[in-house]
């Protein structure tokens, strides 16, 4: 099986239009994107950092996805937030 060359220009996580690397980098409740072009090393593999997924989305009252009023959901992986103490 061939490799793929781990770069920012081979990987869905980069934003070719805004030239940056989707992955958002929370400080202090504000949101950062590295700024990277098609040929750089992943800066977040190259730096060590864990890259992990969560997705929010709004239900409706059927439970529905919905773009409108509704209920946040959110899925994260286990101890995102910290060890869970009970």
Same mark, same amino acid.
């Given at each position: 099986? =061939?490799? %793929?060359?781990?770069i920012c220009g081979n990987?869905?996580?980069?934003?070719? !239009?805004? @030239?940056?690397? =989707? %992955?958002? /980098?929370?400080?202090?409740?504000?949101?950062?994107?590295?700024?990277? $072009? %098609?040929?750089?090393?992943?800066?977040?593999?190259?730096?060590?950092?864990?890259?992990?997924? /969560?997705?929010?989305?709004?239900?409706?009252? @059927?439970? !529905?996805?919905? $773009?409108g009023k509704g209920t %946040? @959901?959110?899925?994260?992986?286990e101890n995102f937030f910290?060890?869970? @103490?009970?």
């Open positions: 099986m =061939k490799e %793929v060359k781990k990987c869905l996580l980069y934003d070719a !239009e805004k @030239k940056h690397c =989707k %992955v958002a /980098v929370l400080i202090e409740g504000k949101t950062f994107h590295m700024p990277v $072009s %098609v040929e750089d090393k992943c800066h977040m593999e190259e730096l060590d950092i864990p890259i992990q997924q /969560v997705r929010w989305w709004v239900e409706d009252e @059927k439970g !529905e996805k919905t $773009s %946040v @959901k959110i899925e994260y992986p910290g060890e869970e @103490k009970y």
